[in-house]
């Protein structure tokens, strides 16, 4: 099983970035897929999850509106589009399967700051 994201970096408060996640070594498209964050100091925090065909998502509330969860199942990708983003979004970003849970990739970095 390995879980690779990418995407993060460097950006100001109210800018844009669109994070994804390749998966490989299971069955993808049977999985939930989940997106988590861990700020400096904190525990990681579940951010989002989509349903393994993708017509059901749901969010934390502080990213309500602001992010949009997707995925691709022929391309084994689970992404996220994270707008309007705020010094509080800076994190280490995960994404996780349904049936995987012990399995962790690196994550990404995000920092949102001026």
């Known amino acids: 099983v390995q879980l690779v994201e990418s995407g993060g970096g460097l950006v100001q408060p109210g800018g844009s970035l669109r994070l994804s996640c390749v998966a490989s070594?299971?069955?993808?498209?049977?999985?939930?897929m989940r997106w988590y964050r861990q700020a400096p100091g904190k525990g990681r925090e579940l951010v989002a999850t989509i349903s393994s065909d993708g017509s059901s998502t749901t969010y934390v509330d502080s990213v309500k509106g602001r992010f949009t969860i997707s995925r691709d199942n022929a391309k084994n990708t689970v992404s996220l589009q994270m707008n309007s983003l705020r010094p509080e979004d800076t994190a280490q970003y995960y994404c996780?399967?349904?049936?995987?849970?012990?399995?962790w990739g690196q994550g990404t970095q995000v920092t949102v700051s001026s």
């Open positions: 070594g299971f069955t993808f498209s049977s999985n939930v």
């Open positions: 996780n399967a349904q049936f995987w849970p012990a399995y």
